[in-house]
């Protein structure tokens, strides 16, 4: 299994698109566990890529291709998820997405993906997310997590401005809240009055489950 999931981060961290979706294709055929998959074989050689475009190995065009590799390979597994929904009771509904002031999409995608996998209904609003669209989506979808990722110190005052906002909405069901993102922590979690801090996508599902099983 291990050099299974060393082939599939090669796939993505090397942006082999063909081999991304084969790969992916045969964890479906070999009924490997698609949480396990995504997240220690497709999702770290994304992760990867992200860090040598950090330090400056890879450029844009590299990360991009990267991330087509791994949207290859979540494209094949998603019947396969949406499957499993109908078979199985669905933990609960979750709302996603990056801060306002923030295009970082690879982190926030992948926990996406996790949750999706892990048995959670999930509504990926992408990046750039104004307060009130996350609000407003939240309600309208009766979320019972949102889900918030800021990458820039400079964004992270979106996730309070966005709890704050919650908290002023008259409602009978709010979500529980959860923050994410390289600069953010367990201490900041609690000082904008989050629910939760998860610091990889495979926390945020555990935490996600202990929070709506609370």
């Not at 566990?33 to 950090?54: C, D, P």
């Not at 979540?74 to 669905?90: D, F, G, H, Q, V």
């Not at 801090?197 to 495979?202: C, L, Q, R």
Request: proline residues 3%; aromatic residues 6%.
């Amino acid at each position: 299994m291990d050099d299974f999931l060393t082939r599939c981060s090669k796939a993505v961290n090397g942006y082999d698109t063909a081999l991304a979706e084969e790969l992916a294709q045969e964890a479906l055929d070999r009924g490997f566990e698609l949480a396990e998959v995504i997240e220690e074989g497709f999702g770290r050689g994304l992760a990867r890529a992200g860090k040598l475009w950090e330090e400056g190995e890879y450029f844009l065009p590299e990360l991009m291709m990267a991330s087509e590799a791994m949207k290859a390979a979540m494209t094949r597994l998603a019947p396969a998820m949406e499957k499993s929904k109908l078979k199985a009771k669905r933990l609960g509904k979750v709302v996603i997405g990056t801060v306002e002031g923030d295009i970082h999409d690879i982190g926030k995608s992948l926990v996406a993906a996790i949750l999706t996998a892990g048995g959670f209904d999930v509504v990926d609003l992408g990046t750039d997310v104004p307060v009130s669209q996350f609000v407003d989506t939240a309600l309208r979808e009766k979320a019972d997590l949102l889900c918030m990722s800021a990458l820039l110190t400079t964004t992270m005052p979106a996730q309070r401005r966005t709890i704050e906002a919650l908290r002023k909405v008259e409602s009978n069901s709010f979500p529980k809240t959860l923050v994410g993102g390289a600069p953010t922590n367990e201490s900041w979690a609690a000082e904008i009055g989050a629910d939760g801090y998860a610091p990889d996508a495979m926390s945020a599902l555990e935490l996600a489950k202990r929070l709506l099983a609370a």
